[in-house]
T-cell receptor, first 114, second 111 residues
Framework: DSGVTQTPKHLITATGQRVTLRCSPR?????VYWYQQSLDQGLQFLIQ???????AKGNILERFSAQQFPDLHSELNLSSLELGDSALYFC?????????????FGQGTRLTVV | GIQVEQSPPDLILQEGANSTLRCNFS?????LQWFHQNPWGQLINLFY???GTKQNGRLSATTVATERYSLLYISSSQTTDSGVYFC?????????????FGQGTILTVHP
């Protein structure tokens, strides 16, 4: 158990819908990262938050947004879903924002858009 | 950005065999991690090893930062070692966190 908790584990939804993925970081970790793993793109960095503030953005679509709350949990919102958004979404956490320390990953949320 | 290349892409072993997986990266790093993604999709931390050598049971890893590569050794492989092994790095000199992943090595261990 990495200590990073993601819910739900599985999600099936229809095209055009909106979903929210939730992540609780390890105790003491201030940074949260979101990654997307699809068959054709591998593991791609989406966005990083540190202590409630957006720190870095990767290949995140405009239809996607995220936030980190005062209790440090984070949510990734995916809207106007398309078939191509089907993927495994991971959350990771670390102590620092510069990733010169180890990052730990949650078990992922498997999103299927039908 | 930094490039990460893993080899071989696929590896098939009989139980009990040893193997070496390689990760090459194109720039200096201040974080290098090895992960095992099991058949259920979980990413399991194996090593945090920006430099030096570490061992954990049948697994060990070595990173030679000056030559920009890392090796993961699996000895006496077991069927439970099957899955995808990822190397991920964080480029040195950046002030935010982003792990760049290689494409992975798919390991299949047959009984």
């Amino acid at each position: 158990d990495s200590g990073v908790t993601q819910t739900p584990k599985h999600l099936i939804t229809a095209t055009g819908q909106r979903v929210t993925l939730r992540c609780s970081p390890r105790s003491g970790d201030l940074s949260v990262y979101w990654y997307q793993q699809s068959l054709d793109q591998g593991l791609q960095f989406l966005i990083q938050y540190y202590n409630g503030e957006e720190r870095a953005k990767g290949n995140i679509l405009e239809r996607f947004s995220a936030q980190q709350f005062p209790d440090l949990h984070s949510e990734l919102n995916l809207s106007s879903l398309e078939l191509g958004d089907s993927a495994l979404y991971f959350c990771a956490s670390s102590v620092t924002y510069s990733l010169n320390t180890e990052a730990f990953f949650g078990q992922g949320t498997r999103l299927t858009v039908v | 950005g930094i490039q990460v290349e893993q080899s071989p892409p696929d590896l098939i072993l009989q139980e009990g065999a040893n193997s070496t997986l390689r990760c090459n990266f194109s720039d200096s790093v201040n974080n290098l991690q090895w992960f095992h993604q099991n058949p259920w999709g979980q990413l399991i931390n194996l090593f945090y090893i920006p430099s030096g050598t570490k061992q954990n049971g049948r697994l060990s890893a070595t990173t030679v930062a000056t030559e920009r590569y890392s090796l993961l050794y699996i000895s006496s492989s077991q069927t439970t070692d099957s899955g995808v092994y990822f190397c991920a790095v964080h480029a040195g000199g950046t002030s935010y966190g982003k792990l760049t992943f290689g494409q992975g090595t798919i390991l299949t261990v047959h009984p």
